[in-house]
């Protein structure tokens, strides 16, 4: 019960602290790394996407989605 509270009372506190500027930069970074990671998986050649299980038509899919689009754990 103790952690639980404390962490709820931490994440409280994280939330109240981060401003405006900080939310964006942090959208901004998700973006570039949404990027840079597709941009290289456009790059990877037919036997290494059939290692990581993708077809080039999924790879160049994944690939054309905005920068803007990620996951929704990332933004956690």
Request: aromatic letters at 6%; a positive charge; charged letters at 30%.
């Amino acid at each position: 019960m103790f952690a639980s509270l404390h962490t709820a009372q931490l994440t409280y506190r994280q939330v109240q602290k981060e401003g405006t500027l900080d939310r964006l930069a942090r959208r901004i970074a998700l973006a570039l790394t949404a990027r840079h990671q597709r941009q290289h998986l456009a790059r990877l050649d037919d036997a290494a996407l059939a290692d990581i299980g993708l077809s080039r038509r999924a790879a160049r899919a994944e690939a054309a989605r905005p920068v803007w689009d990620v996951p929704a754990e990332w933004h956690r």
